[in-house]
């Protein structure tokens, strides 16, 4: 396993350190203020106050100096870190050779594919090939238009509280009304079923009494006539939901959508574009489960520092796909592919082991959580694996009444200040996902969530006020 003096050198050790009086400080307001004048307002980036000059493995550093610990790993992307020295000398040597192929076959490329082929669930593993794009949303439009073609269907079941992007097709399978306001009308023919979130269980049952009932519901949907599914192409899944709330389903219920999948002529689809990447333990979270996908949508941490995603498909489906149909000029970027060939072989090095090692310190932190959950009056369920952690923050622990998105904007205010990046996440916006780097010390990691623990003690009057 690396060792923890070798992963300090991949980040700011003296982290976090807060230079400026102010957070953000004068540097970052410009900063902000000038985000404002030409870029879009439907970016978030324009609304932030934190502003990111310069990144290194876990760390963020501001313009004014300050250097944050990032326990988000920049929205998961970063799983190897910022700026890993392995990526920058992939990048170096391929940009001397070739940078943009322009839809020519070119080696990069080929060498990723089959990567990726190596990499994927065992069922889908040495037997799959790839469609590469730029971002996650674009992944999830292909694999809608794929299984269209494949099975010759229309409709697509998600579920309650997906994300699955912000394209036209995706956001149909997105339910955040956030995002969905004032896009109507999506794509027609897609329904939403319940996930398997049981902190929340739509019917109020508990498992493993409940017989994973949502699981069943999906069944019964697709195998019944007349239910209004009769024409299913797919059912689309993350595998673990990220941001419905970092919530990791009993296995059960990926196994039981499969079943019904196979029962039915649907094909699963897993988007792995945020919980994928050696997250949660397993390089897919998918795994867990034993299920095999039709397809797998990958994003975020397999490229990492460059913008880079895909869907990864069934050997067996390839006939049924119209050749030159899906094309992205800009997709298949030499260095976008040896950017993911070096993140790839860093996540899958045994002799590293950085998806061992986050099981082990994700088991650490969680039981730090639920500790401090004895005593705390808003913290309640601590769930998770690996690296892909999900805290529940109430108002009331008998009721389970969410706490309001004001309390959780104080909390992530104050741990700023204090040099600690966290994010939200979940139906109500009141959970902590906590998805750091798989390279973070375990040093800066206990500093990070000593830190969050300590502003969440201290700070739980005013959020429940
Ligand atoms: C599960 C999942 N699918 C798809 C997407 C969309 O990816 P992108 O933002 O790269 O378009 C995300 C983004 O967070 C995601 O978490």
Known sequence: MISEVELARLSYPEMPKIVTND????????????????????????????????????????????????????????????????????????????????????????????????????????????WFGMSGSAAVETAIKYAKAITGRSQFAAFEGAYHGVFHGALALTTRESYRAPFRPFMPGVFHMPYAYCYRCFAGLSFPSCAVACGSYLDYKLTTPNTGADDVAAVIVEPMQADGGYIDPPVEFLQKLRAACDRSGALLIADEVQAGGGRTGRMWSIEHSGVVPDMLIWAKAVGGDMPLSGVTVHEKHRDRLPPSSQVITSAENALANVVALANLEILADPDLDLIGRSVALGDEVRRLFTEAARTSRVIDEVRGRGFFIGVELVRDKATRAPIEAKGMGL?????????????????????????????????????????????????EAEVLA
């Open 23 to 130: 957070v953000p400080g004068a540097k970052a307001k410009a900063l902000a203020a000038a985000a404002l004048v030409h870029q879009t307002p439907t970016r978030p980036s324009v609304r932030g106050t934190l502003v990111i000059e310069e990144g290194k493995g876990a760390g963020i550093k501001d313009p004014d100096g300050n250097i944050y610990i990032d326990l988000s790993a920049g929205v998961a992307v970063s799983a190897v870190g910022r700026n890993h020295p392995a990526v920058i000398e992939a990048i170096r040597r391929q940009s001397e050779r070739l940078m943009h192929s322009a839809g020519l076959v070119s080696e990069t490329t080929v060498a990723l594919a089959a990567k990726l082929a190596a990499v994927m669930p065992g069922g889908l593993r040495g037997n799959a090939f790839t």
């Open 411 to 459: 909390l992530a205010q104050r741990c700023e200040r204090r040099g600690v990046r966290f994010m939200g996440c979940g139906r109500y916006g009141s959970t902590i996902r906590l998805m750091p780097p798989l390279v973070i010390t375990r040093e800066h990691l206990m500093r990070g969530v000593g830190i969050l623990l300590d502003v969440i003690r201290d700070s």
